[in-house]
């Protein structure tokens, strides 16, 4: 990544995107990638059919998610109920469909994965920054901050702050929050070390520059490249533990359903309907595969050193 | 040395009272500990009897100080579920938890290991490639998802093995490997980038320059270096899962610490869940501190940093 050395409206921001020795402008150069990977293309198509189900499900699902019929309960895969309705994955113990119950969950399992990325990244690399800018005292209380926050069991924690503050989707995504964001700020940290020491961030200072504007103007762009990698696999992080969470009894209830939680029903008719508890399974694994492989591509993309 | 040993120790208590710290505030949430702590049929006479007896009528740092003497001396509470102190409760609850993290941390590193080094002695190869991609599965699927899929392949359709509970020796097969297949993922690629990077170091160059065989070299050369960063992982890991096998110890019905305390949390009986958090943050805190120390005697230029 190019670092930038002028702030705004000087020369270095009116200079159009670099580009590669092949000419492309990076966004192209991104585009490129993608298509010609097997691994991101693959991740990029199942990320999609993610959100097309989760903002259009209303559309996509072929019924009603919360619609019981206890005539038509723990019907197999490919059944017709005595009303003509067809049901592709079969009703659950309540006679709901099964099919339109995942498509729905695919809703919750997304708003937390975004949302815990967002929080955590904001958390995270205000820490990273902070702490690798400034260094000493700063750093070392912030970097003894991640250890405390490591050291606390994440699920049992997240369990009992929900079982005391009660469970609600803000609580949910604030305390998932709380337990991804030392992997970011320890990332950024170390990366800003070495930016600091960097020409650019001398010559800024040179200039008289607040450390504040230095941080976000200069040096943030050129630490973002791991920052984007490390979003990709906490939205993935998220999903599952929401998803445990859910399996646990503590996820979100009421209408909106989730693919923990059906997971969770569908383990006490294993004997009799295996497939209750495969199918939110496969969605889960599925979403988290496909996310896990952009983020791996992504990594490889940006940074080959860090291929693994 | 002996300064890089005295400057970890002190950041391990620090870590150590910060964590009570959380621990103590955890009951604050609420609001009021008192009607946290005591079971739900008691009555506002015995709550406000609670609350002057434990000190919560105190102000705030007051009782985290008391807190502080009193978990130092032993005491984590009482359960009102079981009727007894937490403590002995939750180190009954213990080695089962050891018990499982253990085996599943070896089951891990026995898979993780020789697919690590093939992936990286046949690097961009598909055997590579297609290693890399089920380490990339096993990291995406979910512990408790595996868990049942094993149940009901195991022992609802094939009958080899029993559902929960750990009465017989093969209790811990589907727990274990359950758990320990969401680390094979991570621990393979580890394993591989560390050859790969010893790999190219000169002293292998130089044994294969001697003309020893390629087994000979990535055995007795690389991988003794190669699994150096690994130990450090396995230890972090180890700690992790001492306190972190809370689902699927409810998977299997797990008698471990994880099982006592989602019960807990589903009982109200918060001591347990305090002492639980409080004591895998400890398990994890010394896990850590002992590798680290560990890792200077294996190799004594980190002290010297």
């Given at each position: 990544m190019s670092q930038r050395i002028a702030g705004p409206g000087t020369l270095a921001e009116q200079t159009p995107p670099p580009r590669s020795a092949g000419g492309l402008s990076r966004p192209a150069e991104v585009l490129l990638g993608i298509i010609t990977s097997k691994k991101a293309m693959f991740g990029i198509l199942v990320i999609l059919m993610v959100v097309i189900c989760a903002v259009f499900s209303p559309w996509i699902a072929p019924h009603d998610p919360a619609a019981q019929s206890l005539a038509f309960r723990l019907a197999p895969m490919f059944s017709t109920a005595p009303d003509g309705t067809f049901h592709l994955l079969g009703t659950d113990h309540l006679g709901r469909d099964v099919l339109s119950r995942a498509i729905y969950g695919a809703r919750v399992g997304l708003i937390v994965g975004l949302s815990v990325a967002l929080i955590a990244t904001f958390i995270g690399v205000t820490i990273g920054l902070v702490a690798g800018y400034f260094g000493g005292w700063i750093d070392a209380v912030l970097m003894r901050l991640c250890d405390v926050q490591l050291a606390l069991p994440a699920i049992l924690l997240a369990i009992a702050i929900l079982a005391i503050t009660g469970v609600s989707l803000l609580n949910i995504v604030l305390i998932l929050a709380l337990t991804q964001w030392v992997a970011f700020a320890r990332v950024v940290r170390s990366a800003t070390l070495s930016e600091r020491e960097k020409e650019y961030v001398l010559a800024a200072r040179a200039l008289g520059f607040g450390s504040a504007r230095i941080i976000y103007r200069y040096i943030l762009p050129n630490v973002f490249a791991p920052i984007i990698v490390i979003a990709t696999f906490a939205v993935a992080q998220a999903i599952i533990i929401e998803a445990a969470l859910s399996f646990l009894g503590l996820g979100i209830s009421g209408a909106t359903p989730s693919w923990g939680a059906m997971l969770a029903d569908g383990r006490t008719y294993l004997a009799i309907a295996p497939s209750l508890a495969t199918i939110p399974g496969l969605f889960i694994t599925l979403s988290v595969v496909g996310i896990n492989l952009f983020g791996d591509w992504l990594r490889d993309f940006l940074d080959p050193k860090l291929k693994m | 040395?002996?300064?890089?040993?005295?400057?970890?120790?002190?950041?391990a208590v620090v870590v150590l009272l910060a964590v009570a710290f959380i621990t103590f505030l955890l009951l604050h949430l609420s609001g009021d500990p008192a009607l946290l702590l005591m079971p739900p049929d008691a009555t506002r006479a015995q709550v406000i009897e609670f609350r002057t007896q434990m000190g919560f009528d105190r102000p705030f740092f007051e009782q985290f100080f008391q807190f502080l003497g009193r978990i130092l001396s032993g005491d984590l509470g009482y359960s009102w579920r079981f009727q007894e102190p937490v403590l002995p409760l939750v180190l009954e609850r213990l080695p089962a938890t050891a018990l499982l993290a253990v085996t599943a941390l070896i089951f891990s590193l026995i898979i993780a290991i020789p697919v690590g080094v093939i992936s990286a002695v046949k690097r961009d190869t598909p055997i590579d490639n297609a290693s890399m991609v089920l380490a990339l599965l096993g990291q995406s699927i979910p512990g408790f998802w595996i868990g049942i899929m094993l149940i009901f392949l195991f022992s609802v359709k094939l009958g080899w093995l029993p559902t929960s509970g750990w009465e017989t020796p093969q209790s811990i097969i589907l727990p274990a490997v359950t758990l320990g297949l969401a680390l094979v993922g991570r621990?393979?690629?580890?394993?591989?980038?560390?050859?790969?990077e010893v790999l190219g170091e000169d002293y292998v160059k130089a044994a294969r320059a001697k003309g020893l065989s390629e087994w000979r070299v990535v055995n007795h050369h690389a991988l003794k270096n190669a699994l150096l960063p690994v130990v450090t992982v396995v230890g972090l890991e180890l700690g992790i899962l001492l306190g972190g096998t809370v689902v699927i110890e409810v998977v299997f019905a797990w008698?471990?610490?994880?099982?006592?305390?989602?019960?807990?949390?589903?009982?109200?009986?918060?001591?347990?869940v305090q002492a639980v958090i409080l004591l895998s943050a400890v398990l994890f805190t010394l896990t850590n501190l002992a590798v680290d120390l560990l890792y200077t005697r294996i190799d004594p230029r980190i002290g010297y940093k």
């Open positions: - | 040395m002996g300064s890089y040993v005295l400057s970890r120790l002190a950041q621990n393979a690629r580890l394993v591989r980038s560390s050859m790969l008698p471990g610490i994880g099982m006592l305390s989602v019960q807990a949390v589903t009982g109200r009986d918060y001591p347990i």
